[in-house]
């Protein structure tokens, strides 16, 4: 429960949440016209603490969608401010299945998008496997339905590590697919993974969806990727989350 209290008093602190970005690449390239946020918390007395540790934290304790809520105008304001500067770089969100249920996301995210004047096509949703799989997922599929039809972009993160029937993807309105890091790693050696991502490849092509290849570290793993007609890729091998301003910095006529 104290790391629950610190939460709460992090969201109303200012500075010790975070909001780092990490670069989406075209393959071939090496072309960004992407980033994902990634929310950091900087604990005044631990230090960083990892999102995969205080985002079920937050849920558990009635904190999600206040802390939703902050990565969202965050992201929607550094839009703001980058559109301003000329750059083009659409950000993805993570959004939590809690978030999409309770609360109105749908409304919340469109005013937000009115107040800074940042176009919804400049601001993608990223739902892990689960999310779809949800027993709400009627609900869910609707309001996804809806955010596309107002320009957002929706990719279903970590695929592959859902435990799912591929039956989801007839029907809900997906544009992305976020082959998980699990599937690079050993790639391209280990025959298993290969044959996955291979089929994944063919799969997101034959529905019209794009794939991006997440945790891809090296040279190898990309040139596999490329030679297989992966469009997107993220990864250290190109980039590291970072600070916005350093991603700017970092991005040498990459953009
Ligand atoms: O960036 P990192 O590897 O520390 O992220 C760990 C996990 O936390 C990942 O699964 C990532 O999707 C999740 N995560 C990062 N930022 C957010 C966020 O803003 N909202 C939600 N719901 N999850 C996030
Ligand atoms: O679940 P999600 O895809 O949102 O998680 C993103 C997380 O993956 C971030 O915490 C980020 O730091 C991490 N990540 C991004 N690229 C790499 C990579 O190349 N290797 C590893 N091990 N982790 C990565
Ligand atoms: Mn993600
Ligand atoms: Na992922």
Same mark, same amino acid.
């Given at each position: +429960?104290?790391?629950?209290?610190?939460?709460? &008093?992090?969201?109303? *602190?200012?500075?010790?949440?975070?909001?780092?970005?990490?670069?989406?690449?075209?393959?071939?390239?090496?072309?960004?016209?992407s980033?994902? &946020?990634?929310?950091?918390?900087?604990?005044?007395?631990?230090? /960083?603490v *990892?999102? &995969?540790?205080? @985002?079920?934290?937050?849920e558990r304790? !009635?904190?999600?969608?206040?802390?939703? =809520?902050?990565?969202?105008?965050? $992201?929607?304001q550094?839009?703001? =401010?980058?559109?301003?500067?000329?750059?083009?770089?659409?950000?993805?969100? =993570?959004?939590?299945?809690?978030?999409?249920?309770?609360?109105?996301?749908?409304a919340?995210?469109?005013?937000?998008?009115?107040?800074?004047?940042?176009? &919804?096509?400049?601001? !993608?949703?990223?739902l892990?496997?689960s999310?779809?799989?949800?027993?709400?997922?009627?609900?869910?599929?609707?309001?996804?339905?809806?955010?596309?039809?107002?320009?957002?972009?929706?990719?279903?993160?970590?695929?592959?590590?859902?435990?799912?029937?591929?039956?989801?993807?007839?029907?809900?309105? @997906?544009?992305?697919?976020?082959?998980?890091?699990?599937?690079?790693?050993?790639? /391209?050696?280990?025959?298993?993974?290969? $044959?996955i991502?291979?089929a994944?490849?063919?799969?997101a092509?034959?529905?019209?969806?794009?794939?991006?290849?997440?945790?891809?570290?090296?040279?190898?793993q990309?040139?596999? +990727?490329?030679?297989? !007609?992966?469009?997107?890729i993220?990864?250290f091998?190109?980039?590291r /989350?970072?600070?916005?301003?350093?991603?700017?910095?970092?991005l =040498?006529?990459?953009?």
């Open positions: +429960l104290g790391l629950a209290n610190d939460l709460r &008093a992090a969201l109303e *602190s200012h500075g010790q949440l975070q909001l780092h970005y990490q670069c989406q690449h075209q393959a071939s390239t090496g072309k960004v016209s980033v994902e &946020a990634l929310l950091r918390w900087q604990h005044p007395l631990r230090g /960083p *990892s999102p &995969a540790d205080f @985002v079920p934290l937050a304790h !009635g904190l999600m969608l206040r802390l939703g =809520n902050w990565v969202l105008r965050e $992201a929607v550094q839009q703001a =401010n980058w559109r301003r500067a000329g750059h083009r770089l659409c950000i993805w969100v =993570n959004v939590s299945a809690l978030q999409l249920i309770q609360g109105n996301f749908e919340s995210l469109a005013a937000l998008l009115l107040e800074y004047d940042v176009p &919804a096509d400049s601001i !993608g949703l990223e892990t496997e999310v779809l799989l949800d027993e709400r997922a009627g609900d869910i599929s609707r309001r996804l339905a809806t955010l596309r039809s107002r320009g957002h972009q929706i990719a279903v993160d970590d695929f592959g590590t859902g435990y799912s029937s591929l039956s989801y993807l007839k029907d809900l309105p @997906v544009d992305k697919l976020k082959l998980d890091r699990a599937f690079i790693r050993s790639l /391209p050696g280990e025959r298993s993974d290969a $044959a991502t291979m994944v490849l063919a799969m092509k034959g529905l019209g969806m794009e794939m991006i290849a997440e945790g891809v570290e090296t040279a190898e990309r040139e596999y +990727l490329v030679s297989h !007609g992966c469009g997107w993220q990864g091998y190109f980039s /989350p970072a600070p916005a301003a350093d991603v700017i910095e970092r =040498n006529g990459y953009e």
